[in-house]
């Protein structure tokens, strides 16, 4: 196999790969309810499990391990679009990992700065004597601190990414992540709802 096409079929398996493994049976999680073709499932992440799990910050995020069981027989075309947080008179939607990621590198290029060192001219004393001579200046510049860069963005990404709940046609039970930009300041509880065809259901996330 050449290079390349190794290349291109390991960033396939990997993608096929993205998700968690969902729990054995859908009350393995907090929360559960049953639509007319598939069960979901949910648990909110706490805070300091958020911190523990991600290196990307996600303090401005709810993060919600979600769990879809298709019932016996169905396939069921899952779109992360087709959920949502209610709460504090909002309807949330999911962002995806990509766009996460171009945010933080955004703030974090905007944010802070550096030392920057120049050339000066001028008369310096010591006690050898006095005399000119070229030195160097300290003055601010803008920074290029953590998660400024290309490479930084595309890290991000991928680790958000990698566990992620995944779009496409489901007729097994699939979970992963979903990410909804709710602020610094978060609800005491959130309804979860998940539209999908002849799947309307709401489960209430509390306890966070």
Sequence with gaps: MRPATLLLFISFAA??????????APSDYPVQTTGTSATVA??????DQVKGSFSTDLSDY????????PKD????????????LRGDGRMIRPVDPRSIANIHQKRANKRGSDLVLYPTVGMSTG???????????????????PASTPRDRDVMEMELEEKALQDGQAAKPVAGYLYFPVGKKKA?????????????????????
């Design 62 to 69: 709810v993060v919600v391990e979600v769990a879809l069981y």
């Design 127 to 145: 006690t050898w004597g006095t005399g000119g001579g070229v030195g160097v200046g300290v003055g601010q510049g803008r920074s290029r601190g």
């Design 73 to 84: 027989g169905k396939s069921v075309d899952l779109t992360t679009i087709d959920f949502a």
């Design 42 to 47: 949910a648990d909110w992440m706490g805070a």
């Design 15 to 24: 993608a096929a790969n993205n998700g968690l493994p969902a729990r054995p």
């Design 188 to 208: 005491a509880g959130y309804d979860l709802e998940y539209q999908n065809g002849d799947t309307d259901v709401k489960l209430r996330l509390t306890g966070n």
